[in-house]
C-alpha cells in the first residue's frame, strides 16, 4: 500500500514538472518574441532615419522636400506641450489618489468612483480628443492652442496616475501610519513626511508610463486640429502649435519613399525625448527607494 501511494506521488510530481517545463518554454518563447520583434523595428528605424539625423534636421522648420525637412518646432512643440501635460496631470492625480485612499470614506459613492476612474484609464484616446475639442477648444475657446492640447492630453492619462498612485499609497505599511500618530503628527504631516515618500518611486513608476503614453499620442492631436506643418515656433501657451507624432505621422503617410526615411529620424528624435524624461524620472525614483 505504502509503495502504490508513493508511486502515485512520483507520478503526480512528473506531471507537475512536464507542465512547469511547459509553460517555462511558453514564456520563454513569448519574451523572445517580443525582444525579437522590438530589436526589429529599432534596427528598422535606425537604418533608415540615422542618414537624416544631424544638425540640420533638428534646426530646420518642415518641407515639402525631404532633404530639407526638418522637426525643430515639433520638437519644440511637444516640449512646450509636455511642460503643461506633467504638472497638471501629476499634482492633480497624486492629489486625488491621496483623497481617496487617506480621506474618503468607505461607501458606496466612493467605490462608484473609484470604479469609474480604473474604467476611465481604458477609454480609446479618442474619446479624449472629442472632450477636449467641446470643453477646451470651443467651450473655453483656446483654440488649437498648447493649452487645449495639454488639458486634452492630461486628462487623458490622468487616470493612469490616479490609479497607481493609489495603489503605491496603498502599499505604504500601516504602521509606519501608526508609528508617526503616536510620534503626535497630524494627518496631514503624516501624509507628507511618511506616506508620500515612500510612495514616490511608485507613483513615479506609473507617471513615467502615463506621460511616455502622452508624448506619443497622435488622435487627440488630431480631432483638435493641431496643424502638421509650421514655420515659427510658438511663444506662449496659448499659440498654435505642433508636435512629433502629428509631424511623424504626416511623413509617414506620404507617397514618397524619401519622407520615409525622414519619418524614421523623426522617431529617433522622440526615443530620445521619451528616454530623457524616462532615465529623469526613474533617477528620482531610486534615490528614493535607497533613502526609504
Do not use: C
Not at 78 to 93: D, E, N, R
Request: aromatic share 10%.
Amino acid at each position: 500500500m505504502r509503495y502504490i501511494q508513493e508511486d502515485v506521488i512520483m507520478k503526480r510530481m512528473s506531471k507537475r514538472l512536464s507542465a512547469n517545463k511547459i509553460w517555462k518554454l511558453i514564456f520563454i518563447l513569448a519574451t523572445s518574441f517580443a525582444l525579437v520583434s522590438l530589436a526589429m523595428l529599432l534596427g528598422r528605424i535606425l537604418s533608415q532615419g540615422v542618414s537624416h539625423f544631424d544638425m540640420q534636421f533638428l534646426t530646420s522648420f518642415a518641407s515639402r522636400i525631404p532633404e530639407n525637412a526638418g522637426i525643430k518646432a515639433a520638437l519644440i512643440g511637444s516640449l512646450w506641450l509636455m511642460s503643461v501635460v506633467a504638472p497638471v496631470s501629476i499634482i492633480l492625480g497624486v492629489s486625488t489618489a491621496i483623497y481617496l485612499e487617506e480621506y474618503a470614506k468607505q461607501n458606496k459613492l466612493n467605490d462608484f468612483i473609484r470604479m469609474n476612474i480604473s474604467n476611465l484609464a481604458g477609454v480609446p484616446s479618442i474619446v479624449f480628443g472629442l472632450l477636449g475639442l467641446t470643453i477646451f477648444v470651443r467651450l473655453f475657446g483656446f483654440d488649437k492652442s498648447i493649452l487645449a492640447a495639454g488639458l486634452t492630453m492630461s486628462l487623458l492619462i490622468l487616470p493612469v496616475i490616479i490609479v497607481s498612485s493609489q495603489e503605491a499609497i496603498r502599499a505604504v505599511p500601516k504602521e509606519q501610519r501608526e508609528a508617526s500618530y503616536g510620534m503626535g503628527a497630524t494627518k496631514w504631516q503624516t501624509i507628507v513626511r511618511v506616506v508620500l515618500p515612500a510612495a514616490i518611486p511608485g507613483i513615479l513608476t506609473g507617471s513615467i508610463l502615463a506621460l511616455s503614453r502622452a508624448i506619443g499620442e497622435t488622435a487627440p492631436l488630431v480631432v483638435i486640429g493641431i496643424p502638421v506643418i509650421l514655420q515659427f515656433l510658438p511663444t506662449g501657451y496659448l499659440d498654435t502649435f505642433t508636435a512629433l507624432p502629428m509631424q511623424i505621422f504626416d511623413w509617414a503617410k506620404r507617397p514618397q519613399e524619401e519622407f520615409q526615411y525622414v519619418a524614421s529620424a523623426g522617431i529617433i528624435v522622440l526615443m530620445i525625448v521619451l528616454l530623457t524624461m524616462n532615465s529623469i524620472a526613474i533617477f528620482i525614483r531610486n534615490k528614493f527607494q535607497k533613502r526609504y
